[in-house]
């Protein structure tokens, strides 16, 4: 069974930078998805970035040219870099696997996945 484990949120001011880690264990997966996703509150869960077994990389258009995902496989790692934090960027951050085929349209669909980590808060605010 897959295990994730958040760390690296914490509270930041407007433009500042964040790296939140995402730790995976159990994984028996030569090809599998990860993903960061989000939920404010009040608000639906959304898909942040995601990337897969082969290095390929999805973003949400509200994130492009400030987040970064990337992975240690070395360490079993999933990150995500983020720079020019706004407020609005304030939210639960979660990550999320998938070892079953995810199609390219459906990779920022938290329905599209089915292990989850417990969170990290990222709070952006002066």
């Known amino acids: 069974q897959v295990q994730l484990v958040e760390s690296g949120g914490g509270l930041v001011q407007p433009g500042g930078s964040l790296r939140l880690s995402c730790a995976a264990s159990?994984?028996?997966?030569?090809?599998?998805?990860m993903g960061w996703f989000r939920q404010a509150p009040g608000k639906e869960r959304e898909g942040v970035a995601a990337i897969d077994s082969d290095g390929n990389t999805k973003y949400a258009d509200s994130v492009k040219g400030r987040f970064t995902i990337s992975q240690d496989n070395a360490k079993n790692t999933l990150y995500l870099q983020m720079n020019t934090l706004k407020p609005e960027d304030t939210a639960m951050y979660y990550c999320?696997?998938?070892?079953?085929?995810?199609?390219?349209?459906?990779?920022?669909?938290?329905?599209?996945?089915?292990?989850w980590g417990q969170g990290t808060q990222v709070t952006v605010s002066s």
């Open positions: 999320a696997a998938e070892g079953k085929y995810i199609s390219w349209w459906a990779r920022l669909l938290p329905t599209a996945y089915k292990s």
């Open positions: 159990g994984y028996t997966y030569s090809t599998y998805y």
